[in-house]
T-cell receptor, first 114, second 112 residues
Framework: DGGITQSPKYLFRKEGQNVTLSCEQN?????MYWYRQDPGQGLRLIYY???????QKGDIAEGYSVSREKKESFPLTVTSAQKNPTAFYLC?????????????FGQGTRLTVV | AQSVTQLGSHVSVSEGALVLLRCNYS??????LFWYVQYPNQGLQLLLK??????LVKGINGFEAEFKKSETSFHLTKPSAHMSDAAEYFC??????????FGAGTRLFVKA
């Protein structure tokens, strides 16, 4: 089945640690996105990528980094510079630029700082 | 500025009753509008989308939404609520680029 796979489902981070969230898609989509979800705030865009080896900052990129070395993969690193990383992280993809095409979402990774 | 507003963070209905979730948008250009559903600890799933072909859009699970330009609205409805409809619903807006703006979400509770 085609889809988006995020791993791990739950992740715990100690203060000062960097952690990497995995996102893989087999939909052959060009565009991929990372969103952060906090209760009552909807989804906020962290980074997006239109093609391999290219990515752009979203609204809340500070403290995060990404790479897009392969079309299928778009990992997100939450660095120690992110002061409040506890949240639900969602990866998504779409065929091309969003516009009238919908995004397909992974199941999410819940990150907790301990 | 472009924005999406969902009226009511929580909506409660009885099983079998009408579901109405409200969404208003603000945009100076023709919008693309979406409704997504999210079940606990899962990703978002598309319910339906408006792309200017028809103002009344039918989606999955018996949901539909009507685009009203004069009211800048895209409210989501379902004639008869089912227990399985309990979830969080997000209205989303896109003006043609990469950025999709999501509303804050409305959590739907269905009472037996």
């Amino acid at each position: 089945d085609g889809g988006i796979t995020q791993s791990p489902k739950y992740l715990f981070r100690k203060e000062g640690q960097n952690v990497t969230l995995s996102c893989e898609q087999n939909l052959n989509h060009d565009a991929m996105y990372w969103y952060r979800q906090d209760p009552g705030q909807g989804l906020r865009l962290i980074y997006y990528s239109q093609i391999v080896n290219d990515f752009q900052k979203g609204d809340i990129a500070e403290g995060y980094s990404v790479s897009r070395e392969k079309k299928e993969s778009f990992p997100l690193t939450v660095t120690s510079a992110q002061k409040n990383p506890t949240a639900f992280y969602l990866c998504a993809s779409s065929i091309r630029e969003t516009g009238n095409t919908e995004a397909f979402f992974g199941q999410g990774t819940r990150l907790t700082v301990v | 500025a472009q924005s999406v507003t969902q009226l009511g963070s929580h909506v409660s209905v009885s099983e079998g009753a009408l579901v109405l979730l409200r969404c208003n948008y603000s945009s100076s250009v023709p919008p693309y509008l979406f409704w997504y559903v999210q079940y606990p600890n899962q990703g978002l799933q598309l319910l339906l989308k408006y792309t200017s072909a028809a103002t009344l859009v039918k989606g999955i699970n018996g949901f539909e939404a009507e685009f009203k330009k004069s009211e800048t609205s895209f409210h989501l409805t379902k004639p008869s609520a089912h227990m399985s409809d309990a979830a969080e619903y997000f209205c989303a807006f896109n003006s043609g680029g990469f950025k999709t703006i999501f509303g804050a979400g409305t959590r739907l509770f269905v009472k037996a």
